[in-house]
């Protein structure tokens, strides 16, 4: 019956780390190369521009020069808190899960411990009628 519980608590746990992870798969990367040459052959210059951000920023943004408009600020600190908020739902998940696995183990020490104790009582009625039957 512990065990059920403590597989279920496991379970739970898993399937919100597994809920979570294509939150955190969706941020992407978007690269922009410009290469510009000056009149003279030997001399040019390349500039790589490399952002990271959650899809919907990376599209939005056609030019990496561009500033991003108040729609864009709003929209990326919308996805930050939704993202944030998620990791902490997989956090909570995890200290619960954590948690009920301490208490199950709790339990079963206890159960153990009782058992223990059972099987010294009954070894002691054991050897009382033993002693008492070997005096007859």
């Known amino acids: 019956m512990k065990s059920i519980k403590l597989s279920r608590a496991v379970l739970g746990a898993l399937v919100v780390l597994v809920m979570s992870l294509p939150a955190m798969a969706q941020s992407t990367t ?34 990496a020069n561009a500033p991003m408009s108040k729609g864009e600020m709003k929209e990326q600190k919308k ?35 009782h058992d223990a104790d059972a099987l010294k009582q009954e070894h002691k009625s054991t050897d009382a009628t033993d002693k008492a039957n070997s005096v007859q």
């Not at 052959?41 to 939005?60: D, V």
């Open 79 to 113: 996805e930050q808190k939704r993202q944030q908020k998620q990791q902490e739902k997989a956090a909570d998940a995890n200290a619960k899960a954590e948690k009920y696995h301490a208490k199950a183990q709790e339990d079963e020490a206890k159960a153990t411990k």
């Open 30 to 63: 978007q690269s922009n190369t410009t290469t510009t040459q000056d009149s003279q052959p030997a001399a040019s210059q390349t500039t790589t521009i490399t952002t990271q951000g959650s899809p919907a920023s990376a599209t939005n943004a056609s030019d």
